[in-house]
C-alpha cells in the first residue's frame, strides 16, 4: 500500500527534484542582478503585504456581515474552478514533463501512484499562489487568520478538480473530440465574462450597486432582480461551494472548525477518486506532454501573445506593408505578419477586457465634481489598456531573445531597427486603444472635448515611450520569461522595477509636457489674446511636440542598448 504520498521511487523523484529547484535558485542569487531583483522582490511585496494586513495590527479594520461575504465567496470559488476547468479540457490526459515522461510510463508504478505524484507535484508550485490570494482576501473576512487558512485549502482542491477532469477528458477524447475542443472555447469566454464581471463586482463595491444601470433594474424588474447572485438559478449554480463558503466566513472558531474538517475530507476524498480513476491517459499524455513542451520553448523566447502557435488558416494571407519598403519597413512587415498570424485569439480577449475596463474607468470617477470629469475615465482607459495590451501582445524584442545573434547582421542602424521592431505593436495597440476611447465618448452622448481629442491624438506617442522602456530595459537586462514558479520572487522584483521606471516616465512627460502645454495655453489666452480655441490647438501642439521628443529620447536609448547587446553574453 503506498498511501497517499505514492510509490517511495516517486516520493524520492520529488525530493530530487526539490532540492534541484533550491541549488538553482542559489545559484541565481549568487549573481548581482538575481540577488537585486530578489531582495528588490521580497522587499516589495513585503511592504504589498504590510499594507493589506495593516488595518487588522492596527484595530482599524471592522469585520464584515458573514451573510454578505457568502454569495460573494461563492461566486470566486466557481471563477477559480471554471478557469481551472476550461484549461482541463484543453490538456487532457496527466500531464508530466517530456524528459521524464516516457521514463515513469516504463517505470514499475502503478498509474494511481503517478496521478498522485503529478497532483502532489501541482499542490507544491500552487502553494505560492494559495499564499498570496490567501493574504489578498483574508482581510474581508470575519477572522482573518482563520479565514487564510481556510482559503489556503480551498484553492490547493482546484488543481485536484483540475486533474480529475482532465483525465476524465483524455479518456472521452476519441469520441468527442470536437465537442470538447467546442466546450472548451464555450467555457473559456464564459470565465472571461464573469471574471471580468466579479472584477467590477468586487472592486467596485457599492459604487455598482449604487449606480444608475442598477437603479433602474431595480425600478423595472424589483429589488431582486438588481442582485443577480439572490436569483434561484445562481444560487443552484453556487450550492456546491457552500462549504467552503462557509468555512471561509466562519464567525466563530468551533463553526470554523467543523467547517475545515468537512472541506478537509472532501480534499482526500477527491484525490484518492481522481487517483483511482480507471481509464487508460497515456496516448493522450504523451500528446498535451508534447505539445506543453513546444509552447514552453516559445514561452522562453518571448511570452504574451508571442508565444502563440501561429494560425494554419491566416499562413496563406498577404502580409501588407505598412511602414513602407525601405530596410526599415521590412522589419516592420516581418512583425506585422507575426502579429496578424499569432494575435487573434489574444485582440478578441484584449477588446472584450477593453470594454469592462471602459465601464470601469467610468464607474472609478464618477461622482467626480473636479474640473476634468469628460477627460478622466478617458486617460484611466488609456493608462490601463495600455498597461494590459503591452504587456500581453510582446510582439518586439522580447520574442527575438533566440535570434538576437542574426538580427545583430542586419543592415540597418541601431536606433531605426530598434523603431522598426516596435512599430507594428504600437501602431496596433494605438488603433485598439483610440477606438476604445472614441467609442466610449460616442456612448456618453457628449462632444469630444478639447482635452480628449488631445489625448486621442498622444496616445500613438504614448504607447511608444511605454513600449520602447520596456524594450531598452529589456536589451540592458534580457531575461527569459521561465514558466512556474521558479524565480517567482526575481520576476516580482524586475516587475516592480519596471513599473517604477514606467512611472517615472509618467511623470517626465506630465511634468515636461504638461508644463509646456499649460504654459504656452496661458500664454495665447492670457497676453496674447487669442481665442480658446487657438490656444487649445497651439497648447495640444506643444504638448504633442515634448511628447514626441520623449519618445525621441527612449528611441535613441533604446538603439545604444541594442547595440550594447551582445549574443555572446546570453547562455539561455
Known sequence: ???????????????????????????????????????????????????????ILRGSWVPPEPARQLPKIELVALLLVVLNLASALQHRGLFLPRDEIERLFSAPVSAADLIRYRM???????????????????????????????????????????????????????????????????????????????????????????????????????????????????????????????????????????????????????FELTARIPLDYRE?????????????????RGGGAAAGEASQRLAGWRIPWLFGRGAGGAVAWRKTGAILRKARGTLWTSVLILAFLTIASTAIVRGNDGPM?????????????????????????????????VIKTWPVPAARLFLAMLLPEVALVSVILVGAIGLRVLVAGSGPEPAVVILLLLQPLFVMAWVGLDNAVFLLVPVRFTPGQDGALQNAGRGMLMMLLRLLMLAVIGGV?????????????????????????????????AVLLVDAAVVHLGGKALQRFD???DRG
Request: proline share 5%.
Open 373 to 405: 470629469p469628460a477627460l478622466a475615465p478617458p486617460l484611466l482607459l488609456s493608462v490601463l489598456g495600455t498597461l494590459y495590451l503591452c504587456s500581453g501582445l510582446r510582439f518586439d524584442f522580447r520574442d527575438e531573445l533566440d535570434r538576437m545573434d
Open 1 to 55: 500500500m503506498s498511501g497517499i504520498v505514492g510509490h517511495p521511487a516517486l516520493a524520492l523523484l520529488a525530493r530530487r527534484k526539490l532540492r534541484g529547484t533550491l541549488r538553482k535558485t542559489g545559484r541565481r542569487l549568487r549573481t548581482w542582478k538575481g540577488a537585486t531583483f530578489t531582495v528588490l522582490g521580497v522587499v516589495l511585496i513585503g511592504i504589498w503585504m504590510g499594507s493589506l494586513l495593516l488595518p
Open 513 to 545: 509636457g504638461g508644463g509646456v502645454a499649460v504654459g504656452t495655453w496661458h500664454l495665447l489666452a492670457g497676453p496674447l489674446g487669442a481665442s480658446e480655441d487657438a490656444a487649445y490647438a497651439v497648447a495640444g501642439a506643444a504638448l504633442w511636440g
Open 284 to 300: 493522450l499524455s504523451l500528446e498535451t506532454s508534447a505539445h506543453v513542451a513546444a509552447r514552453l520553448r516559445r514561452v522562453a
Open 567 to 569: 549574443v555572446a553574453r
Open 120 to 270: 502532489l507535484a501541482t499542490a507544491g508550485r500552487s502553494t505560492f499562489g494559495a499564499f498570496i490570494i490567501g493574504v489578498m482576501a483574508m482581510r474581508r473576512m470575519p477572522i482573518p487568520l482563520l479565514a487564510f487558512a481556510g482559503i489556503f485549502l480551498g484553492v490547493m482542491t482546484v488543481p485536484i478538480l483540475h486533474q480529475c477532469l482532465a483525465i476524465l477528458a483524455g479518456g472521452f477524447e476519441r469520441r468527442f473530440a470536437a465537442r470538447l475542443r467546442r466546450l472548451a472555447r464555450i467555457v473559456s469566454f464564459v470565465v472571461v465574462t464573469i471574471g471580468l464581471s466579479l472584477v467590477l463586482y468586487l472592486v467596485l463595491g457599492e459604487r455598482v450597486e449604487d449606480s444608475a444601470p442598477v437603479e433602474w433594474i431595480r425600478s423595472r424588474f424589483g429589488p431582486a432582480a438588481a442582485d443577480p447572485l439572490a436569483l434561484p438559478a445562481v444560487r443552484a449554480v453556487l450550492s456546491p461551494f457552500w462549504p467552503w463558503a462557509k468555512m471561509i466566513a466562519a464567525p466563530t472558531g468551533l463553526e470554523f472548525l467543523g467547517w475545515f474538517l468537512v472541506c478537509g475530507g472532501i480534499w482526500i476524498l477527491l
